[in-house]
């Protein structure tokens, strides 16, 4: 199966292993849109790797429904399909349960299952529209 102008949606994917993921989709010919919260590390990664492929970043907090779904379209809009949705961005705050309030782990929650949830609501009626 040939990659080439496939396009992919990584979550998390302005830094460490989304933005790794990024690179070797890139070098496979597919277009690729980093979702990141942080905007320095998407448009760092856009700008960097914009020389090996095509690359959009669209800045998106994967907790909130309004950034995925304007992600989703913004995508269509711009690339004109969606292939693959890869759900790297999560996030963790490194101190012992006894510690943790509750605010910060429904913050956790928020990020790591609703915003994996939502980016495959949103994103499944794109991908489902794609050839096997």
């Given at each position: ?10 979550t998390?994917?302005?830094q ?12 496979k010919?597919?277009?690729?849109v980093i979702a990141?919260?942080d905007?320095?590390?998407?448009k ?5 790797y914009g020389?090996?492929g095509?690359?959009l ?14 992600c989703m ?5 711009k ?8 759900n790297n ?6 101190k ?9 782990w429904?913050?956790i929650?928020?990020v790591?299952l ?5 980016c ?11 050839p096997?």
């Open positions: 199966m040939s990659l080439t102008g496939k396009v992919a949606v990584i998390g994917g302005g460490g292993i989304g933005k790794a993921i990024a690179h070797a989709f890139l070098k010919s597919m277009n690729v990141e919260h905007k320095g590390a998407g760092e990664t856009e700008v960097e020389e090996i095509r690359i970043f669209i800045p998106t907090d994967i907790s909130k429904e309004t950034d995925v779904k304007r379209k913004e995508t269509i809009k690339l004109g399909r969606l292939d693959v949705l890869i961005a999560a996030i963790s705050i490194n012992p349960i006894s510690r943790l309030t509750l605010s910060e429904n913050r929650i928020a790591n609703t915003g994996a949830f939502l495959c609501k949103y994103a499944a009626p794109h991908i489902k529209k794609q096997v």
